[in-house]
């Protein structure tokens, strides 16, 4: 089982709104992963937790906040967005930490930004 | 700057045919390659992944990775028209678990 759930499937949000994406893996994996992916791009890496803790963040804007509260889920909190911030917003986990194992995405959270 | 590079496309191949899809890397030290498979607003899931010289073969797909050449490509058998899809290549070095991602070849597989 390569599960990897996301939660909501559609968001639509104001700009000083605050929301939350949630995802989720029982797979034991020790790696996971927010992407950002816009039309016909590939997936834009955001954050790696590795073992519960934020090992990669890629010069992500602060309104953009990681949370991993344990070894299953990882959060991704959102606050004063802009229009150009819409985009598929897809979650990964893979099995091994510190070196590349395969990836899994969840379904990812179409986001819209108004 | 570490890149992953692949044609856009569209490939068309007419549906029984072996379609082949291509990318080149930049980065030496690159050990692990994985081929992603995303329809229409869908996720991308993962087909094929290689970490050695050579051909690796699973039911209708065939990855192959020529590190000496910095090469690697997925062939499929048989395409069918539910093939059509964008297939995005990635590969990544060890020590930390960054992928870098090719821009993606749409295939377009027709009746």
């Known amino acids: 089982d390569t599960e990897v759930t996301q939660t909501p499937k559609h968001l639509v949000m104001g700009m000083t709104n605050k929301k939350s994406l949630k995802c989720e893996q029982h797979m034991g994996h020790r790696a996971m992963y927010w992407y950002k992916q816009k039309a016909k791009k590939p997936p834009e890496l955001m954050f790696v937790?590795?073992?519960?803790?934020?090992?990669i963040n890629e010069s992500v804007p602060s309104r953009f906040s990681p949370e991993c509260p344990n070894s299953s889920l990882l959060n991704l909190h959102l606050h004063a967005l802009q229009p150009e911030d819409s985009a598929l917003y897809l979650c990964?986990?893979?099995?091994?930490?510190?070196?590349?194992?395969?990836?899994?995405f969840g379904p990812g959270t179409r986001l819209t930004v108004t | 700057q570490k890149e992953v590079e692949q044609n856009s496309g569209p490939l068309s191949v007419p549906e029984g045919a072996i379609a082949s899809l291509n990318c080149t890397y930049s980065d030496r030290g690159s050990q692990s390659f994985f081929w992603y498979r995303q329809y229409s607003g869908k996720s991308p899931e993962l087909i094929m992944f290689i970490y050695s010289n050579g051909d690796k073969e699973d039911g209708r797909f065939t990855a192959q990775l020529n590190k000496a050449s910095q090469y690697v490509s997925l062939l499929i058998r048989d395409s069918q028209p539910s093939d059509s899809a964008t297939y995005l290549c990635a590969g990544g070095s060890g020590g930390y678990n960054k992928l870098i991602f090719g821009a993606g070849t749409r295939l377009a597989v027709h009746p």
């Open positions: 937790y590795s073992y519960e803790k934020l090992s």
């Open positions: 990964a986990s893979s099995l091994r930490s510190g070196e590349i194992g395969e990836q899994y």
